[in-house]
């Protein structure tokens, strides 16, 4: 149903984790908003708390990988790009821990904080 499914607009906002997308590359690369962590960290977290636990994980990939969302005039969305010095592979791997204890201690689909389908290791389940 629209109301569980893990795309966007559904139980995804579109774009999602906009603030994520700013720690991610402030801790990895560097640069963003001139924000300490601690509060860039906080936001990321809300962001990725306010997202249903069984969809944690799809956002987060949506946050690298990018999605299309279902629609006539649907385009590219969330995808982080490359950066000069910062390639994604570093930006995934933080990503990726996103939901650990050590960041945002969040529950997802397997009902403990990993999403291991990120960094390519297994398949990602579906509810």
Not at 5 to 25: D, E, F, K, M
Not at 46 to 56: Q, V
Not at 87 to 98: D, N
Request: with cysteine.
């Amino acid at each position: 149903s629209a109301g569980t499914s893990c795309v966007p607009g559904w139980a995804i906002p579109h774009n999602p984790l906009p603030s994520c997308r700013w720690y991610v590359t402030s801790r990895t690369c560097g640069i963003g908003p001139r924000l300490p962590w601690p509060e860039l960290k906080r936001r990321c977290c809300r962001e990725l708390a306010d997202i249903p636990a069984y969809c944690r994980c799809t956002a987060l990939s949506i946050l690298m990988d990018g999605a299309i969302p279902p629609g006539p005039d649907a385009q590219l969305e969330g995808r982080l790009e490359d950066l000069p010095g910062c390639p994604r592979e570093v930006q995934r791997g933080f990503a990726a821990t996103l939901v650990t204890e050590a960041e945002c201690n969040l529950a997802t689909i397997s009902g403990v904080a990993e999403c291991p389908w990120i960094l390519g290791g297994g398949t990602m389940p579906s509810k």
